[in-house]
């Protein structure tokens, strides 16, 4: 886990020499943020929260080469400041199929947060979704542990029956974060947002649940989801070693929850593969930081 933790340390330390070496990125970066296509409610908007740019690339990349139009994708990438640099390097230097990527930094104070000293506020973002995008109508989350590996934009006509969300298992004690079709214009109306408030006062003194967002996830969005078929979402990928290939290759998302993570040197091997295949390990910011 520490080697890991080092090359991709040593790979967002060179993508964030090279925004300082290079001021024509900034200028880049300006445009993109006054991009119309960033609000177009025409296109397909993904939202995706992380501070790792390898497996931010593999979401995207691995989202677009399975897209049958990726030149109508949209990414919205939120990230830390640390990774601020690094991040939008990373996406600038790199062309994902022509859809647009936007890299945006969370700053400390800039959400109200409910008592996050111990948690990373990245991971709690996903209850924020409506601040962050305020003119979007729609938007499909994805987490950063997860390889697309079907087109995605036919979630865009999921029948939701009034409800905020779609995931795979409706069962309270069952459904997951990791590929989430919402409604945001239904979030407002019920306000979402000030439900998950709600939870995080009751458990101001962690006897609820002690850390994560499954936990305020589940309560927050009782009775307001939306099933999924269970081959829009496989599950396990980073924890069980015994799921079944054709259910593997029958997912438009294989999603590596679990400890066991793809970037990691205890990552399932038989799972490998079909993330590390969204990785070009001869790329100049790669070579020198990432082994293969």
């Avoid at 409910?114 to 409506?130: A, G, T, V």
Wanted: glycine share 4%; proline share 4%.
């Amino acid at each position: 886990m520490e080697a890991m933790s080092k090359s991709l340390h040593c790979l967002s330390m060179k993508l964030t020499e090279e925004w300082f070496r290079n001021p024509a990125l900034e200028r880049f970066s300006d445009e993109m943020r006054n991009s119309p296509r960033l609000v177009d409610n025409n296109l397909y908007h993904f939202c995706i929260f992380s501070d790792n740019v390898l497996a931010t690339s593999v979401v995207i990349n691995s989202t677009v080469s399975s897209a049958d139009h990726p030149q109508q994708l949209v990414f919205h990438v939120v990230t830390d400041e640390v990774n601020y640099w690094a991040m939008t390097t990373w996406f600038l230097m790199n062309d994902f199929r022509g859809c647009t990527v936007e890299i945006r930094s969370i700053k400390d104070g800039e959400m109200n947060f409910k008592d996050l000293r111990f948690e990373s506020r990245l991971n709690h973002l996903r209850f924020y979704i409506p601040q962050l995008l305020p003119l979007l109508e729609k938007v499909l989350f994805l987490d950063d542990d997860i390889v697309v590996q079907k087109d995605l934009t036919p979630l865009y006509t999921v029948e939701l029956h009034g409800n905020i969300m779609g995931a795979f298992d409706p069962q309270a004690c069952g459904w997951a974060f990791g590929m989430n079709i919402i409604d945001l214009i239904a979030w407002k109306k019920v306000n979402v947002t000030a439900k998950y408030h709600y939870w995080q006062e009751q458990n101001a003194d962690r006897m609820l649940w002690k850390a994560g967002t499954l936990s305020p996830g589940l309560l927050t969005f009782y009775g307001l989801i939306e099933p999924l078929d269970r081959r829009w979402h496989v599950l396990g990928l980073g924890y069980d070693k015994d799921i079944d290939d054709r259910l593997i290759e029958s997912a438009a998302v294989v999603h590596y929850n679990g400890n066991m993570k793809p970037w990691l040197e205890l990552a399932i091997g038989r799972y490998k593969h079909l993330w590390e295949r969204y990785i070009n390990f001869r790329h100049p910011s790669i070579t020198g930081c990432i082994m293969h």
